[in-house]
């Protein structure tokens, strides 16, 4: 299994930028795709956006498409989110996610990862 922990969220203004970052441990972490997720009170946790395990397949959620950028380091173990020109509905716990899987194709599906980290809180005020 892979254990994954997420750090770098806060509290930042509309307009201004975060990085987050999930470390994994454990398992050949280039077995993995990986996903971030984020759930915000009263809603169901959704996906933002998801990598293969080589960096060569990555999708995102509309509402973030041209302002999040997600990134893999399979040296460093690493996964990444990059959120530029924040808003205030990006205002969630926001999660990563790994899949042991190879192949190409992002999964949006929760129940289709298998591990999660614990989460990292993003606040964005208006």
């Known amino acids: 299994q892979v254990q994954l922990v997420e750090s770098g969220g806060g509290l930042v203004q509309a307009g201004d930028s975060l990085r987050l970052s999930c470390a994994a441990s454990?398992?050949?972490?280039?077995?993995?795709?990986m996903g971030w997720f984020r759930q915000s009170p009263g809603k169901e946790r959704e996906f933002v956006a998801g990598i293969n395990w080589s960096g060569s397949s990555i999708d995102y959620r509309d509402s973030v498409k041209g302002r999040f950028t997600v990134s893999r380091d399979n040296v460093k173990n690493t996964l990444h989110l990059q959120m530029n020109s924040l808003k205030p509905e990006d205002t969630a716990v926001y999660y990563c996610a790994a899949r042991e899987t190879l192949e190409r194709p992002i999964s949006r599906g929760i129940a289709r990862y298998d591990y999660w980290g614990q989460g990292t809180q993003v606040t964005v005020s208006s």
């Open positions: 454990g398992r050949r972490f280039s077995n993995y795709a």
